[in-house]
Nanobody
Framework: QVHLVESGGGSVQAGGSLRLSCLAS????????LGWFRQTPGKEREFVAT?????????DYADSVKGRFTISRDNAKNTVYLQMINLKPEDTAVYYC?????????????????WGQGTQVTVFS
């Protein structure tokens, strides 16, 4: 059983930056694909970014965040990060990290086995 806890959310003015962290416990962290998703009220959970444990693979991003968000992981710290720059009001959402016991990255939330409780990000203009 993998337990995920996000942190780093908050309120920021448009154009600003935030870094989200997700600390994992339990399981073998460096064998999991990790992802970030976000959700706003009344909408389905939306893919943001994903990264595998294989160093040869490149992370994958939603088109809406490419060039602004960067996902990274520190296997020694059991932590995955989401660096967000040039934030926009439409980035406002609850952000969730997730872990999947699989070989390759995935943008499908149904492929993920474990989820954190979420952290709120609010971007105001």
């Amino acid at each position: 059983q993998v337990h995920l806890v996000e942190s780093g959310g908050g309120s920021v003015q448009a154009g600003g930056s935030l870094r989200l962290s997700c600390l994992a416990s339990g399981g073998t962290f460096n064998h999991y694909v990790l992802g970030w998703f976000r959700q706003t009220p009344g909408k389905e959970r939306e893919f943001v970014a994903t990264i595998t444990w294989r160093s040869s693979a490149s992370p994958d991003y939603a088109d809406s965040v490419k060039g602004r968000f960067t996902i990274s992981r520190d296997n020694a710290k059991n932590t995955v990060y989401l660096q967000m720059i040039n934030l926009k009001p439409e980035d406002t959402a609850v952000y969730y990290c997730a872990a999947a016991a699989r070989w390759s990255e995935s943008s499908n939330p149904d492929h993920y086995n474990y989820w954190g409780q979420g952290t709120q990000v609010t971007v105001f203009s």
